[in-house]
């Protein structure tokens, strides 16, 4: 098969969609859903989180996302908290770079440079 050269002077949409991708989040470092706090009452009755006006005990963590058709919770503890709220993150950073690197995509095709 013959090489392609490299272009030396790549279009902008071409350098921006080399850029994006450069800062894209690395693929295995995502994670689908959003990470929640929750105060719970326990199961004792005479404690103060049963009291009027008091939130519970907490902070507790979960990782809520869809299966199909139904909402799953997964407990998150709290030492791999600031983990699940990175990938979180990337997740949400990756899908973006994916709408920009489409749309450059399509830019570059309408200019027959794709």
């Known amino acids: 098969m013959p090489k392609t050269k490299k272009n030396p002077n790549p279009s902008p949409p071409r350098r921006k969609r080399d850029q994006v991708t450069r800062k894209a989040p690395p693929l295995g470092k995502v994670i689908r859903g959003s990470l929640i706090e929750r105060y719970l009452p ?5 404690c103060h989180c049963h009291q009027k006006g008091e939130k519970g005990h907490g902070p507790h963590y979960y990782l809520v996302f869809n299966e199909g058709k139904k909402m799953r919770h997964v407990y998150i503890p709290q030492e791999s908290r600031e983990v699940v709220k990175r990938y979180v993150r990337n997740y949400l950073d990756l899908w973006e770079a ?5 749309a450059l ?10």
């Open 98 to 102: 994916i709408l920009q690197v489409s």
């Open 42 to 46: 326990c199961g004792k009755p005479g």
């Open 105 to 114: 995509n399509l830019e570059l095709l309408k200019r027959r440079e794709l």
